[in-house]
């Protein structure tokens, strides 16, 4: 009989683990909160570099693990240390006893609401990353009307203090420009603005995104942190930066404003790891047991993390994560 | 010591400053920023690089006595950081050594002192109205030249105890509260700042011709309009 | 604008704020210009709301207005602070109550400082034995005085005589809040509703029957900037901010401003004047200016005691269009009399600003 | 009117809704690669005459798209090109430079 192991949560790291885990002659066990596979991926529209669809994607990955056991609308309930391995009691009453867990609990969106500088969820034409995703995906929000301006913010969340999170979420600078383009491509007349600190566009072809933004698609690109909006009469917002690179405030009216909320720990993960005390790191993610040389393990024996559980992830370092879990959990039962 | 150790020993500069990003918030909303030429986020930067020679230029410049102290970076700023804080510590150090009668702005802290602790030592209050001169109060309106014109009857009218005894509005503080009030001025150092500040202004004043009567009135009212930007 | 968004941002914001036994300190700004505000705290709270406001004629002012223009050390204004604790403690009482926005501002900011750096409490506590030979307790509690109104706001709905809605249409009055920045923009969880969405005077407006309208400016400062205005030769700053705050308020038409700072009345007040006066323009209606209350001023109207009582005679910007609109009754020949209807002579009227 | 002693202060807040970008618009149309300009402030880095005369092309760029008026700092320039042997995303900037004196000399 082929060993369980436990897989928590259901987005793309538990899938790609699920489908390795399959392949090396283990049996997955899929624990998943919602009632559908692919976490925060399979509500985008298109991935960057080279804008692929996200549900194709979601889809893709899905069909590779047939053979996995998933277990949606389900819950850990508790997670206990046994003598050699752990046992997992689940929501839905099934107690599963197995040598290894995998925490794929990914991340929260952080809530827009708490930068109430910013209006979200008080003024009309305010919304974010996710909201404007799903309106590329499904055409359907009212704050979306032929829009003859728009701004996006970056750093929503992240890299501020007072929003009690430090840490820079990684894909927000290239998934402004992806979405200022596929904005600009559906508006032409649009004026569209990017409000950033700075342009951290480290991966493959992130560089030329800004560019092609730049370049083809006329987006302009301020440098300055948003630091309020106000609604104005007409029911657009006005916003209010510092063009930092003249040292001058500066404002402009816009139809529409999208905010990039930043990625925050999960607070699923938190409860998790509660349950086995299992360390928090100072960034509020859970704590691999090396942050350079051993991201997929924690400081517990048997229990593995993939994905932005640990911290801000992109989908293909993810992806990868999730193969090296996958490896480390075969090693270390192989063991 | 040095300008930047001397900064740090101030509690308003250790609660002000952690660490900048430039992000531009404060300035922003900074209402200084918008009418004056001023920017909040670069007088930080300047400092946080710890240059002396930059720093006691800042304290001879106009720059830092544009901001309002309204504190409304305060709330901005994602790295808890308080830039009015950090002005209020730059200007303390620009009077303790005299560099504040380098600039037109600075000059300003002359009449500043004349007035308020004038008015805190001798009535107990900030603002009072034997001090509240029309001729440089125009602002005020007809309305409140004819309250200063009837001072004791419109505020008896409306219920105050003006220069009366016991509580109530603009009571008269008594003499022993406003002793107290100068020991505390002895004892934590506003006596030696207003002392100070008197000094330099003098000598300032000789500098430029006139006595410290004239120098008084001419800080007062001299906008050279360097304020903003042509 | 999604009210709902700012209810749930009000309700993370309710501070606690006790229900009795108070020391009252004053407002040098206030004493000045509204003295009529605070002469009817008191009244309202102690004869209205039947509450201990205490108040002791030994305090003085917290030094707040010196500090902010950079003239006294930050011992200095600390030592201050501390011996109105001193006064406090020895008078017996614990919840402190302010009027002063610059104060309430001080006093938190002196309290965090302390907080921080125990070192420096404890050199403000020597300050304080070698110059006045007094100690203190630290307040448990520290409200503005507009925290208390807003507690009792309801109390006060229950016993008015008038409602904020204008008596031949039935509609409700528009007005919109201005916040003192010192009030929530430096510590915002001591302010009702945090530093974006205040609601200590929104909540009054709408108890009272008024509704509250926002502008993209409501947050900006109302440009006091201490010696941006102490100094003439600065005032160009002060002025053009209020003004800023006005040109972004004007589509809205407000019928009135209210405003729970020491100086933001005056400046929202007086600069409309100047406004007038040197552009020609008024914001209000029939070249009238848009009036500016005091949170107490407008507790007393519609508690219904006589406007002029109250001190609305000093205001610059009239306030009888608004009054007509509620329909509050005076005589405006009372206007500028004194005590016994002694003749104190009257204002000259502004040229291009309709005053009465 | 009154002379109350002082005037109100201007402000220098950068509108966007109100700046005019026509004159950008014309040099990209003829030299498109200003719109690449990241402001890495290479150029200004590089510049000869910048430490004398305060010429930076950088803000020259910066202030075509803010609607502000160039000339007096384009003036600054000694066409000496070592601007565009640093720029890292290869605009020609001394051409560019001749451009944008050629479109205001129109």
Partial sequence: MKETVVIIGGGIAAIEAARQLLSLGYSPLIVERSNSLGGHVAQWHRLFPDMTPAQDLVRQMISSISQAEICLGTEVASLNRLKDGYSVVLSNGRNVVCRAVLIATGFDLFDARKKEEYGYGIYNQVMTNRDLEQWFNTGNDPRVRNPKSIGFVHCVGSRDLKAGNSQCSKVCCVTAIKQAIEMKERFPAAQIYCFYMDLRLFGKKYEDFYINAQKDFDIHFIRGRVSQVDETIDGGVVVKAEDTLSGKPLKVSLDLLVLMSGMVCNAGSASIAGMIRADVDTDGFLRSK?????????????????????????VPETISEARSAALSIHNYLKG | MNLYEELCKDYRFREGLHTCINCGTCTAICPAAEFYRYDPRRIVDIVQRKN????????????????????????????????????????????????????????????????????????GYCVYPETFKWEDHQESGPVFKWHLEHLKDDFERIGANYQGTGPGVLRRIPQEDRDELKAIFDETGATDQINLVERCSKAKAEEMGMTLEEYGKYTFEYNSGNDFDK | MIYQGKQKIWADY??????????????CIRQNFFPGSEKMFTKITRDDLG???????????CGGIAYHCDTIPQETVMTIVARQFALMTEAGYENYCCSCITSFGNYIETLESWHEFPELEARIREHLWKSCKREFNKPKYIAHTSD??????????????????????GEPLRGVEHIGCHYNKMFPSKGVGGAEYPYVLCGMIESWGGQVIDYPERRHCCGYGFRQYHIKANRGYSFANTHKKFESMEPYHPDFILTNCPGCPYFLDRWQYVTAETEGKTYGRNGCGIPVFTYEELASLVLGYDPWDIGLQMHQVAVEPFLDRIGIEYDPGAKYLGVNKKDLGRPSLPEHMVCF | MIDFGFKKAKSSTVNLDEVDMRLYYAVAEIEPDIKRCMECGSCTAACTSGPFNGMSLRQVIHGLQRGTDVRPMISGCMLCGKCSMVCPRGINTRHLLLTISRIYSK
Wanted: proline content about 3%; charged content about 25%; some cysteine.
């Fill in chain 3, 14 to 27: 309710q501070k606690e704020i006790p229900d009795d036994h108070w020391y009252y300190v004053r407002s």
């Fill in chain 2, 52 to 123: 002396e020679d930059e720093i006691e230029a800042l304290l001879k410049s106009d720059t830092i006595w544009y901001c309002g102290e309204c504190m409304s970076c305060s709330t901005r700023c994602p790295r808890t950081n308080t830039p009015g804080l950090v002005i209020m510590a730059l200007r303390a150090m620009s009077i303790r050594h005299g560099f504040f009668t380098a600039s037109e702005k600075g000059r300003q802290v002359y009449p500043l002192t004349k007035l308020l602790t004038g008015n805190i030592l001798n009535y």
């Fill in chain 3, 148 to 169: 208390v109104i807003y507690k009792h706001r309801n109390e006060i709905a229950e016993k008015a005589k008038f409602r904020l809605v204008d008596k031949n249409t």
């Fill in chain 3, 51 to 61: 509450l201990d406001m205490h108040e002791n004629a030994h305090h003085t002012t």
């Fill in chain 1, 290 to 314: 090396d942050n350079v040389y051993n991201i997929v393990e924690s400081n517990r024996p048997g229990i593995f993390f993939a994905g932005a559980c640990t911290g801000t992830k992109t």
